[in-house]
């Protein structure tokens, strides 16, 4: 860590530089209450990410832009298109509920949701809220929610980025949004492949990827009515090495797709209902030893209905109605299932907000067709003691349900109970002046009914072993951040230190640091803006299967973008910029320096 503070203070001692567009301090959310409210209102932790910042790493992932902020630990096995692990706040990388425009992106098999294909190109904004949001969002909302929107815009406007860079990566977007009268339309489409690196340590064989997508929506709008459409999909191919270091590879799909309908009637009551589809396959090129071809395949339809109730000027009642149809299918050298799930839940929340304090109270109660009811809650209160200074306090439940590959995949056990949860956090947040912000966080998280898999005889035992609610987890931690800017520049640190603790064991949970630091500083001057990055993250054990200790390793990255004319930009951007080797998953390959250019043209 302090070969990275010793450049990093050199850079703070340096004179800023001049910037055009900066971001402010203060920022509206939608995802943690359902309803839009000022960040510094909300009684919880939260990250936005715009898209001027998502154009300053042009050519790199959404994986190299998320793991830029502390509490956001990232792990991946294997090359680009390798399956991307985020553990959020210390907790298991399937607690982490992800939307596509409000559509859950997690997969019902075993895994996270698809990180590694979503194009940073489709984003328009990226809204991460911490803590158990089970009460609003359901099932996996155990360490938080990352709610992903994608580009749309309310003027004609257009644009082409040609991206190429290391590994014989090249990129080509291209996407135009229409507006006329009350409606408007728009579509991005885009294409990417690399040649990727040698995905494994002890092999050189580069391994590729290739990804297309198409975000597309169409919706009309007045006063007291709207509806739209959303499409966003992403597929392709991905190469990886197999156990014995052979060459595979596998076809990917992710969709997600949605009929939003709003209605209002003035400001006193509205609703929407939004209708969606998710969609979450692999199938493998490869045959397997019985000359099959395995795969595996999600299709969720969900339903959600919600009503939003003005009391007053200060208080907002929110009513819904959650319903979902979850398929799985999968098989793997012969074996497999093909199973069904249906779930529902009502769900309830009170949003008070006066001059100094807001107030949030909200309860759900799911029913599930595999194990019944589970209920949840959420509570918190902020508080301004001046316009300066201001606490939080916030506790909830949460829950993961048993997904289909845990009940009927290997150790399969239709018997499972959810996965539980109960957070409390406390936070105070300061304004030194309208443009300077320091804010500390001290969090726990108590997960039960955690779900492992138990053999009491050995492998070879006459007892198969099974999946069982066995497993206790505890996080507790720390956050600090501090952002600053001025006219023509901008700052912004994080940093966390947590204890992510398998209570079993007594042992440190594999692939979450207890330290990370991040920071990031930008200044514009005329019309070239120059960025660096920076993260610095403590060792961690790579697996509860081993013995091995993945090091501590720091990165930098550098961006800049020159504005050629009103409708031209080049950027570039170096990540890896020391050359360090460093691994987030023993014997798996992570890339070295590596260079991207990016011309950009928007009229």
Not at 364 to 386: I, K, L, M, P, Q
Request: glycine share 10%; hydrophobic share 40%; charged share 25%.
């Amino acid at each position: 860590m302090h070969e990275l503070i010793i450049p990093l203070a050199a850079m703070l001692a340096a004179p800023s530089f001049a910037a055009e567009e900066v971001t402010e301090l203060e920022d509206v959310v939608v995802t943690a209450t359902r309803s839009e409210l000022a960040i510094d209102r909300l009684p919880a932790s939260a990250i936005v990410i715009g898209r001027d910042t998502i154009e300053r790493f042009s050519g790199a992932e959404l994986a190299d832009l998320l793991r830029l902020h502390a509490g956001l630990d990232m792990a991946s096995n294997g090359g680009p298109g390798s399956p991307m692990s985020l553990f959020l706040r210390g907790t298991e990388s399937n607690h982490v509920l992800v939307l596509v425009d409000g559509v859950e992106m997690n997969p019902g098999s075993i895994g996270g949701p698809a990180l590694q294909h979503i194009p940073l190109e489709s984003i328009e904004r990226i809204e991460v809220i911490k803590g158990p949001r089970s009460t609003l969002y359901g099932s996996d909302a155990i360490g938080g929610v990352i709610n992903i929107i994608t580009r749309r815009a309310d003027e004609d406007r257009g644009f082409v980025a040609v991206t190429a860079g290391s590994f014989a990566t090249r990129t080509l977007n291209a996407g135009y949004s229409g507006a006329g009268g009350n409606w408007r339309y728009g579509a991005v489409l885009g294409h990417h492949e690399t040649a990727g690196f040698p995905a494994r340590a002890d092999s050189d064989i580069d391994r590729g990827y290739e990804r297309d997508q198409l975000n597309a929506y169409a919706g009309w709008r007045n006063e007291s009515a709207g509806f739209e459409a959303r499409h966003w999909r992403s597929e392709g191919v991905t190469e990886y090495l197999g156990f014995a270091g052979e060459p595979l590879s596998q076809e990917f799909l992710n969709t997600a797709s949605s009929l939003d309908v709003r209605l209002a009637a003035g400001d006193l009551w509205s609703t929407r209902l939004l209708l969606g589809n998710a969609r979450d396959e692999i199938h493998q090129q490869q045959a397997n030893a019985l000359g099959e071809q395995d795969f595996v395949a999600t299709d969720r339809d969900t339903l959600d209905w919600q009503h939003d109730f003005q009391v007053g000027e200060s208080q907002l009642l929110t009513a819904g109605f959650y319903a979902e149809d979850s398929r799985v299918v999968a098989r793997s050298f012969g074996a497999g299932f093909d199973e069904t799930t249906d779930a529902q839940a009502l769900y309830l929340q009170d949003v008070y907000t006066r001059e100094h304090d807001s107030f949030i109270a909200a309860v759900r109660v799911s029913d599930y067709e595999a194990f019944g009811h589970e209920t949840t809650w959420n509570a918190g209160w902020n508080h301004a003691f001046t316009s300066d200074h201001r606490l939080f306090f916030s506790a909830g439940t949460a829950f993961r349900a048993p997904d289909a590959t845990d009940r009927f995949g290997f150790g399969g056990n239709p018997g499972l109970e959810p996965e539980t949860s109960r957070n409390v956090e406390l936070g105070y947040r300061q304004s030194l002046n309208p443009n300077h912000e320091f804010g500390v966080t001290v969090f726990r998280n108590d997960i039960d009914q955690l779900i492992a898999f138990v053999d009491p005889d050995g492998f070879a035992g006459p007892d198969p072993g099974s999946n069982r609610n066995v497993a206790e987890a505890r996080v507790e931690g720390i956050e600090f951040s501090h952002a600053f800017h001025g006219d023509d520049w901008r700052w912004r640190l994080e940093a966390i230190i947590q204890d992510p603790r398998d209570l079993a064991t007594d042992t440190q949970l594999a692939r979450r640091a207890k330290r990370t630091l991040t920071v990031s500083y930008v200044h514009r001057f005329g019309k070239l803006e120059l960025g660096i990055d920076g993260l610095a993250t403590g060792p961690r054990p790579d697996s509860p299967f081993n013995a091995v200790e993945l090091p501590g390793y720091g990165l930098l990255g550098v961006s800049a973008r020159w504005f050629l004319a009103p409708a031209w930009s080049l950027a570039a951007r170096i990540e890896n910029l020391a050359d360090r080797d460093y691994q987030t998953a023993a014997g798996f390959n992570t890339a070295n320096r590596s260079y991207y250019l990016t011309l950009r043209y928007s009229p």
